[in-house]
């Protein structure tokens, strides 16, 4: 398996949010609410009209529509946006919990180096285990430089970037280790992962392709075995020159 095929893997296992018992409006906030994932969101009523209005998580596999969680829609329309980079959060929304490995859409530029900040910084902030990104040009990495020099300062942090050979290699004087390749998923690759030093807890990934014109598609994950297939496909995936 490719990282393409991770990523059409995540896309191929639909989630549904259903909104019960509400007015046609509440169901647009909420469908508004996830404009940005590749997720359905449909109204609906309960038979007998109770609960209340509530939402409802399901996830499609092997054509069996399979519950995942529900919640109020309150919950659902006062929670903060959790986007790509709130790594961090620690407030438990039972909805947003369960959408981590649901696709993003059409994440422009900006969004992608936020999200990356996230991983980027709790690597740095815990500076022992490894962190894997993938720049798709050498280019790319160039103007990125400054940062990771930096992160591979951090003596405990094994960092490694992948590009593809667009111009020269950049020179550094740390310890950071750059994978060139020529490589069609590298060229369209953007991926932060890193592997909490072991720990599941620290654990985290970003992973998309750019499917338009600087349009990035793709999921991100705290789930542990996502993050260690990740890390062990990259490594026994691509040959490296070190500088």
């Known amino acids: ?42 109204g609906d009523r309960s038979e007998s009209g109770r609960p209340g209005s509530f ?16 919640t109020s829609v309150d919950e659902v329309l006062t929670a903060p946006r ?24 059409s994440y422009d530029t900006r969004q992608m180096v936020a999200a990356s900040r996230e991983i980027e910084d709790r690597a740095w902030r815990l500076g022992e285990g490894s962190l894997h990104a993938g720049f ?14 930096r992160l591979a300062s951090r003596e405990g942090l094994d960092v490694h970037a992948y590009a593809c050979p667009d111009a020269e290699v950049p020179t550094h004087d740390t310890d950071l280790t750059i994978h060139v390749e020529r490589s069609e998923e590298i060229a369209d ?26 349009a990035f598609y793709g999921f991100w994950t705290y789930d542990p075995d996502t993050v260690d297939w990740i890390v062990e496909y990259l490594e026994g995936a691509y040959g490296l020159i070190e500088q």
């Not at 939402?55 to 529900?70: I, K, N, P, W, Y």
């Not at 980079?85 to 649901?102: F, M, N, Q, W």
């Not at 798709?136 to 020099?149: H, K, N, P, R």
Request: aromatic share 6%; glycine share 4%; with cysteine.
């Open 189 to 214: 690759s953007w991926f932060v992962v890193y592997d909490g030093n072991g720990a599941d807890v620290n654990k985290c990934a970003l992973l998309a392709e750019e499917r338009e014109d600087r």
């Open 55 to 70: 939402v409802v998580l399901s996830s499609m596999r092997d054509g069996v529509d399979e519950f995942v969680t529900a």
């Open 82 to 105: 959790r986007e790509a980079s709130d790594v961090e959060g620690d407030v438990h929304h039972p909805i947003l919990d369960h959408l981590d490995e649901t696709m993003f859409t």
């Open 136 to 149: 798709q040009q050498l280019s790319i990495l160039a103007d990125q430089m400054d940062v990771y020099t």
């Open 1 to 42: 398996m490719s990282l393409t095929e991770l990523i059409s893997g995540v896309e191929d296992h639909e989630k549904r949010l259903t909104v019960f018992n509400t007015d046609d409006e509440t169901v647009e906030a909420v469908r508004e609410q996830f404009r940005d994932r590749n997720l359905s969101v449909v």
